[in-house]
């Protein structure tokens, strides 16, 4: 089977999966959406020939709904591989006040940029330290909320698709303090503790653009891991217009007869909209959502980013990079965005003393 029709099959069990649900039950609903982004790089080279060009970077389908009273289900494929990726395929169980549980193959407490979707983040890409932290994975998490406050906690294995095998269990816990206004505060700390099916793990990155495979940083293998443990913190502000946000996360490799590791990174960044519009932010899932613009002529945003991250430690060598991306973006409607970005992107020698930029320009449209 050739993969355009393992992509047609895909889209015909998402299709399916919700409709063979269907009975007596007058609570059962059917949502279909999707999102299309297309991208478009220009690379100014140093040292690696990174290529320009233009790919889809998701082309994503999506079915859900209720299948009972206290019951949703979300099945979402992405189509832009070169193979069909099952992204979310859960059901959640809400029949409790406050709180629900996740079942099946979802997105992890991993961090505030990972947490808020491709949908919504300010850049094209996120930052060079995303590239540490947890995705979707199978397993059931149980989540919490009040009205300062939200937390998760899961337990999981293998990713749906295979891309990465192992066991771990998970948490985060946000908190929102009042500050009174439309001022908001959000502070949270997560953490994840993991065991890789073949006690090997391997980290490396983009340059903060996707078009191209190359990887600015590598450590390359690292064998006879025990298990690997993630800390992370974040940070956010809004106050109408401006906002701010940050993380730090830290990363401890635990191997048998050799020495542990220890490898870290962070971003801040900081967005203005030149329009009177402002983030808007989900409480229940401490994340950020869409942007609705006031106007009907749409809503104008500028932001500064600077990340960091180091992979080196002991003989693991895989190098110090920085990138500083600015970014302009236009929401012409709550569901069309043009975005443009201008990465500069610095590593060290370890790396290869590689500074590639870039410019990257992405029309985004979800339904």
Do not use: C
């Not at 399916?16 to 269907?22: R, V």
């Not at 502000?237 to 007869?257: C, H, I, K, P």
């Amino acid at each position: 089977m050739n993969r355009f029709d393992n992509k047609l099959m895909a889209l015909a069990l998402t299709l399916m999966i919700p409709a063979a649900a269907i009975g007596d039950d007058d609570s059962l609903t059917v949502e279909i959406g999707g999102r299309l982004q297309l991208d478009y790089t220009f690379f100014d080279n140093d040292k690696f020939e990174f290529e320009n060009g233009g790919e889809m970077r998701r082309g994503r389908l999506f079915v859900k709904g209720k299948l009972a009273r206290h019951w949703n289900y979300k099945v979402q494929y992405d189509f832009a591989p070169d193979d069909p990726e099952l992204k979310d395929g859960y059901l959640r169980y809400t029949g409790l006040n406050n709180a629900q549980v996740w079942l099946g193959n979802f997105k992890q407490p991993a961090s505030l940029e990972q947490l808020t979707s491709s949908k919504y983040i300010t850049f094209t890409e996120r930052g060079l330290v995303t590239g540490t932290t947890e995705g979707r994975r199978m397993g059931v998490g149980y989540q919490g909320w009040g009205e300062q406050y939200t937390w998760m906690a899961t337990i999981y294995g293998d990713e749906a698709n295979g891309n990465v095998e192992g066991n771990g269990v998970g948490g985060r816990f946000v908190f929102r303090p009042n500050l009174g206004g439309d001022s908001l505060l959000h502070l949270a700390i997560n953490g994840s503790w993991n065991e890789d099916a073949d006690d090997t793990i391997r980290l490396r990155v983009r340059p903060e653009s996707h078009q191209d495979s190359h990887r600015i940083l590598d450590t390359g293998p690292i064998e006879n891991v025990n298990n690997f443990v993630r800390i992370g913190l974040e940070a956010a502000y809004v106050q109408g217009r401006f906002s701010t946000q940050a993380e730090f996360t830290s990363l401890d490799v635990n191997r048998r007869d050799a020495q542990d590791l220890t490898f870290s990174g962070y971003y801040a960044y900081a967005s203005f909209f030149l329009t009177d519009d402002t983030r808007p932010y989900k409480a229940k899932d401490g994340a950020f959502s869409r942007v609705k613009p006031k106007s009907d002529q749409g809503a104008w945003e500028v932001a500064l980013r600077f990340s960091s991250l180091d992979l080196t430690d002991e003989e693991i060598l895989g190098g110090k990079g920085e990138a500083v991306t600015l970014a302009l973006n236009f929401y012409a409607t709550p569901h069309l965005r043009f975005m443009a970005n201008y990465i500069a992107a610095d590593t060290d020698e370890v790396a290869g003393d590689d500074d590639p930029n870039a410019f990257q320009f992405r029309l985004h449209y979800d339904f």
